[in-house]
């Protein structure tokens, strides 16, 4: 229902741009949000937009670098990454949350995950 992609290898400094693409019905959830997972670290929150694009939450260390957006029309989601730095290195999860909640950043909020596409930052 969710396919992740759009990562690899990139110089700190660097851009990458995500791609999640979705089926209409798992496109239409609550909200659209990306999660991220390092080696030997707990999967964390990065970015969530809310079904009509009016909402948007960002983790702290994102904030500023990272931009989420949806295409309706493409029933895909984007992670623009900038300023990309080693410590963004890690596998990248779409998700889909389809509970009705205030809470939109827990990953137990979020029923749909892809299968995660793996970003390095390294020189």
């Known amino acids: 229902q969710l396919q992740a992609s759009g990562g690899g290898l990139v110089q700190p400094g660097g851009s990458l741009r995500l791609f999640c693409s979705a089926s209409?019905?798992?496109?239409?959830?609550?909200?659209m949000g990306w999660f991220r997972q390092a080696p030997g670290k707990e999967r964390e929150f990065i970015a969530t937009?809310?079904?009509?694009?009016?909402?948007?939450l960002y983790a702290d260390p994102v904030k500023g670098r990272f931009t989420i957006s949806r295409d309706g029309d493409e029933n895909t989601v984007y992670l623009q990454m900038n300023a990309l730095k080693p410590d963004d290195t890690a596998v990248y999860y779409c998700?889909?949350?389809?509970?009705?909640?205030?809470?939109?950043?827990?990953?137990?909020?979020?029923?749909?995950w892809g299968q995660g596409t793996l970003v390095t930052v390294s020189s």
């Open positions: 998700a889909a949350k389809t509970i009705y909640s205030r809470d939109h950043i827990s990953r137990g909020q979020y029923f749909y």
């Open positions: 209409e019905r798992t496109f239409s959830s609550y909200f």
């Open positions: 937009v809310s079904r009509s694009g009016g909402t948007v």
